[in-house]
């Protein structure tokens, strides 16, 4: 089967760095998603990585291990507004994107 | 517009009853999805459709029905709806004329509650 695995929730403080991990198991791999998501309002694309490193975008970075099978997206400098949950999804072999149940980062001042 | 709209917004059914989420994009993607979300739970694929014409099964489409008459809309239509279908539902689309970058785009979202 295929499996997304992420934490259920982290917690960190304000102005600090989190790294939320994912680990995935799939039938084939075309990419790895990460999305952001508020609560209540819709999922919203955050990066994508097809190679192996890091890929860094402003204050956030995701990193892509193909051999291991592992992503972790880095959020720097936190700030109150990046409270939301962090979905990681794998694009499969027949190009669907397959989604972890996402990790719910909470920001403490 | 700009994006993908969907509606309404939410909505309590009472079971048994039929029931269409509309969803409509202008942003002439050819792909479209249908997710739901349930707490704990990832975005479930219900059904997609790669391009006006064509729809295909996701990972649970049992009691689900969809259409693509145009490349703008996505109806997803529950023809006798059960309370284990309560959820968020988000429709997606994607442009797949891009090679290998499928960035999805999400609407905002319809709340569906069975009673």
């Known amino acids: 089967g295929q499996n997304i695995d992420q934490p259920t929730e982290m917690t960190a403080t304000e102005g600090a760095i989190v790294q939320i991990n994912c680990t995935y198991q799939?039938?084939?791999?075309?990419?790895l998603f990460w999305y952001q998501q508020h609560a209540g309002e819709a999922p919203t694309f955050l990066s994508y990585?097809?190679l192996d490193g890091l890929e860094e975008k402003g204050r956030f970075s995701s990193f892509l291990s193909r051999s291991k099978g592992y992503s972790y997206l880095l959020l720097k400098e936190l700030q109150m507004k990046d409270s939301a949950s962090y979905l990681c999804?794998?694009?499969?072999?027949?190009?669907?994107?397959?989604w972890g149940a996402g990790t719910k980062l909470i920001i403490k001042p | 517009i700009a994006g993908i709209t969907q509606a309404p917004t939410s909505q309590i059914l009472a079971a048994g009853r039929r029931m269409t989420l509309r969803c409509t994009q202008d942003?002439?993607?050819?792909?479209m999805y249908w997710y739901r979300q349930d707490l704990g739970l990832g975005l479930r694929l219900i059904h997609y459709?790669?391009?006006?014409?064509?729809?295909g099964k996701g990972e649970v489409p049992d009691g689900y029905s969809v259409s693509r008459a145009n490349t703008d809309d996505f109806p997803l239509t529950l023809a006798s709806a059960v309370p284990s279908q309560t959820s968020v539902y988000f429709c997606?689309?994607?442009?797949?004329?891009?090679?290998?970058?499928?960035?999805?785009?999400f609407g905002p979202g319809t709340r569906l509650t069975v009673l």
């Open positions: 990585n097809v």
């Open positions: 459709s790669n391009t006006a014409g064509t729809t």
């Open positions: 999804a794998v694009l499969d072999s027949n190009y669907q994107l397959i």
């Open positions: 942003m002439r993607h050819n792909a």
């Open positions: 799939t039938s084939g791999f075309n990419g």
């Open positions: 997606a689309s994607s442009d797949q004329s891009l090679a290998d970058y499928n960035e999805q785009f």
